[in-house]
C-alpha cells in the first residue's frame, strides 16, 4: 500500500473493510450530569453527534489530520465514554466486546499504555501487549516495523503504536490495513496526547477560543507540545509563548506553520511573566534520553523553569497548570494541592478521549 498523505482527515481512507461481531451491538443513549470541580461541559451548538462527520475516522496519527468539526465530535464521545466509566453496568461498556487492541511499545510507557488497555477494557474488548518491544519482540532479531505490523494486524483489530523513531506510526498506518494508533513517535508526535490536552483546556477553562498558552520546559524534544501546538492552532485568537532554556527552544517548523496559521507566538525567558498572562500553563520534563551522551547539556538545561507557589502566586485565578507527566522536579509537589493544578485531571482525561477513539476506529459514529 502506498504511503498517503496525512494533510487532511479525508485522506485517511483505509481499504479494509470493518470488522463485525458476530453478535449484534446493543444499541444505547446515554445522559450525563455537569462535570464535578471547575470542569465545563463540551457542548457546541452547532455540531452534534446527531450531524455526524461525513468520513470515516481510519487512523490516529498526527494532529493535522483533525478539523474543528471532528474535534467537537470526538470530544462530545469522549464525554459518553465517561458517563460509561462511570456506570458499569450500562450497555456501552460492552460495545468492543470480541475486538482485541494490540499494544506495541517499543518506548517505556505509563499512563498511555494502561490508559489505552484500560479505555480498551472498560467498553467490553481484550488487549494483546508487549510493554518493550524494542528488547522483548522481533524487534531485537533485525525484524523491521512493517513486517512486525503485517504480522500483528493478524492477530488484532486495532493497533497502538510508541516507536522511537518519528515518522514510524505513518509507516506504520500506510502498511496496516487495520486502523492504527500513534502513540507517540520519538520526538515527533503524540496526537492522542493532545487531543486529551485540547479536551482538558475546554473542560478546565469553558472555552478553547482565545485561549493563552504557555509551553515551557523540553520544546525542541516534546512530541507532546508539538501536537499541542499543531492542534490548538486550529482555533481563533490564540496566543503560545514558549518558554525554554536555549538548547531546547522549539523548532522551526512549528514556529513556520504557527505564523501560516496566523497564531501568535512568542519567545520568552521570564516564566513568571508568562505565567502571569496565561489561561493554561503546559509544562515538560526535560527528556535525559534524547540527549545521548550530551549530558553536560542535559544538566544545563534541567531545572532551569520551575512551577512553584511562586508561579502561582502570579498566575489567573481561573488558570491552570498542564503536564504530560511523568514529572521530575518541574513542579513542586506542593502545586498539587492547588485547584488549579489540573495534572492527573489531565490523565484522567485521557481514559475518555482513548476510549472514544476506540469507539470510533472500530465500530464509526
Known amino acids: 500500500m502506498a504511503l498517503r498523505s496525512f494533510t487532511s482527515p479525508a485522506s485517511f481512507?483505509?481499504?479494509?473493510?470493518?470488522?463485525q461481531p458476530n453478535k449484534a451491538l446493543p444499541l444505547f443513549s446515554i445522559s450525563f450530569s455537569t462535570p464535578k470541580c471547575h470542569a465545563y461541559a463540551i457542548k457546541n451548538p452547532t455540531t452534534s453527534l446527531k450531524a455526524k462527520p461525513n468520513f470515516q475516522l481510519e487512523d490516529v496519527i498526527e494532529s493535522q489530520q483533525f478539523d474543528r468539526d471532528l474535534l467537537n465530535g470526538i470530544f462530545e464521545v469522549a464525554q459518553e465514554m465517561e458517563a460509561i466509566e462511570k456506570d458499569v453496568s450500562s450497555p456501552g461498556s460492552n460495545i468492543l466486546k470480541g475486538y482485541l487492541m494490540a499494544t506495541l511499545f517499543y518506548e517505556p510507557s505509563t499512563r498511555t499504555r494502561l490508559s489505552f488497555e484500560s479505555a480498551m477494557k472498560r467498553l467490553g474488548g481484550e488487549v494483546l501487549t508487549t510493554e518493550n518491544a524494542?528488547?522483548?519482540?522481533?524487534?531485537a532479531k533485525g525484524e523491521t516495523l512493517e513486517d512486525t505490523i503485517r504480522t500483528v494486524e493478524g492477530y488484532s483489530d486495532i493497533i497502538v503504536l510508541r516507536h522511537f523513531e518519528s515518522g514510524a506510526a505513518k509507516r506504520a498506518?500506510?502498511?496496516?490495513?487495520?486502523?492504527?494508533?500513534?502513540?507517540?513517535?520519538?520526538?515527533?508526535?503524540?496526537?492522542?496526547?493532545a487531543l486529551l490536552d485540547v479536551y482538558t483546556i475546554k473542560r478546565e477553562i469553558g472555552r478553547l477560543d482565545g485561549i493563552k498558552l504557555g509551553l515551557v520546559g523540553d520544546l525542541a524534544?516534546?512530541?507532546?507540545v508539538r501536537s499541542l501546538a499543531y492542534l490548538i492552532a486550529m482555533y481563533p485568537?490564540?496566543?503560545?509563548?514558549?518558554?525554554?532554556?536555549?538548547v531546547v527552544k522549539m523548532k522551526d517548523d512549528i514556529k513556520d506553520y504557527l505564523t501560516m496559521r496566523g497564531v501568535e507566538w512568542e519567545e520568552s525567558s521570564d516564566l513568571l511573566e508568562v505565567a502571569s498572562k496565561c489561561d493554561?500553563?503546559?509544562?515538560?520534563?526535560?527528556?535525559?534520553e534524547r540527549f545521548g551522551e550530551r549530558i553536560d547539556l542535559?544538566?544545563?538545561?534541567r531545572g532551569k523553569y520551575i512551577v512553584d507557589k511562586k508561579v502561582l502566586e502570579v498566575m489567573q485565578k481561573h488558570a491552570v497548570v498542564m503536564h504530560p507527566l511523568p514529572r521530575l522536579d518541574e513542579i513542586t509537589v506542593e502545586v498539587d494541592d492547588d485547584p488549579r493544578a489540573a495534572y492527573f485531571r489531565q490523565a484522567k482525561n485521557g481514559l475518555y478521549i482513548r476510549m472514544a477513539l476506540l469507539k470510533l476506529l472500530l465500530l464509526g459514529w
Do not use: C, L
Request: glycine letters at 6%; proline letters at 7%; a positive charge.
Open 298 to 301: 542535559y544538566e544545563a538545561a
Open 280 to 288: 493554561v500553563v503546559y509544562q515538560t520534563r526535560i527528556q535525559k
Open 173 to 193: 498506518a500506510a502498511t496496516a490495513k487495520i486502523p492504527v494508533i500513534n502513540a507517540g513517535d520519538g520526538p515527533g508526535q503524540h496526537p492522542t496526547q
Open 221 to 224: 524534544n516534546g512530541r507532546t
Open 134 to 139: 524494542r528488547e522483548f519482540s522481533s524487534a
Open 237 to 246: 485568537d490564540i496566543k503560545i509563548y514558549f518558554v525554554s532554556p536555549d
Open 13 to 19: 481512507a483505509k481499504t479494509h473493510k470493518q470488522i
